[in-house]
């Protein structure tokens, strides 16, 4: 994804050594142009997998999530969140430690939309810590359903998330990587 | 929307005399195709109005918008909610109250993304009481821009949020309206 990378060096606002914006493109204002592309890409690297569910959470995730989905001619579901859940049998539950909010959080998926029969792929537009992408994977594992892998839009190697989580097995495929955000200077992998 | 109203009743879930839960191709799972009708719908309806920005709420509004902004080849902006938001001179911010969850938040958009010049379509998955619909609104009036009116899935009429809209000359255009959820009974208009 040249594109995805030149995007970033354009129109990337580099807040301090840990925070990448990227929000007039991918998580508040959305190039819809773009995003397909997106979808497209992960199409191209996962198909022929089975997969049958694209899973993220809310909010940034949504609009890729429905991009990939769209290829792959699939539902799409997101994981809600909310701060304080009342126990509820009908929903796969995992807290999320959020380091942007410095807060715990719930997310949840009612059981009904994921079936131990599903092949799942997880889409996020972030991976940093991996905090999102657990919580994600432990609803899959809870379900019973096959997590297939996770395709991410831009993954900070230097926050570690991406490698504890292909260390445990998970195939993650980042469009992007970035090495560091040191000096306010975009360092690609 | 034919297919849209026939799929509420099939799958539509009635909890109480106000709330219609739509979350297994809607608002947690998404069907794809369905929201891509959808999307084209709204298109159809406001075409050539010089429409050239599609703003939405998180979450629930984005699978929506991004649809709807590509029949359109324009951005989708969806504004973030927050509950205690730091004053910042960079953010267009209005207040709303959900009903939901028996709070107020602030929603935001930065203020770049909405400029005088953008003529703005509002979309979103409800209109219940009009809260949502309502900040939308203020943030595009601070912004300067015009509002050319709003695309809605789900309208239901009797929380009053469409007629007030509509008394105040906003164009709201709903897929479905629905009068009433008494009895456990889905009336449509």
Request: aromatic content about 8%; overall charge positive.
């Amino acid at each position: 994804m040249d594109e995805l990378a030149q995007r970033i060096l354009k129109d990337g606002r580099v807040l301090n050594e840990n925070v990448l914006k990227v929000d007039s493109f991918l998580n508040h204002q959305v190039d819809v142009r773009l995003i397909d592309q997106i979808g497209q890409t992960f199409f191209e690297h996962f198909r022929n997998r089975g997969i049958n569910k694209i899973l993220t959470v809310e909010a940034s995730g949504i609009s890729v999530a429905c991009s990939v989905a769209r290829c792959f001619h699939v539902p799409m579901v997101f994981a809600r969140k909310n701060q304080s859940l009342v126990l509820n049998n009908d929903l796969f539950t995992a807290e999320v430690f959020s380091f942007t909010k410095q807060q715990k959080l719930q997310i949840f998926v009612r059981k009904q939309f994921i079936e131990p029969c599903d092949r799942v792929l997880l889409v996020d537009d972030f991976l940093a810590r991996g905090e999102a992408l657990k919580g994600l994977a432990d609803i899959v594992k809870q379900s019973g359903a096959t997590l297939i892998g996770a395709g991410i839009v831009i993954e900070k190697v230097f926050q570690d998330g991406g490698k504890r989580a292909r260390e445990f097995g998970l195939e993650v495929y980042s469009l992007v990587q970035i090495a560091s955000l040191d000096k306010n200077q975009i360092q690609f992998c």
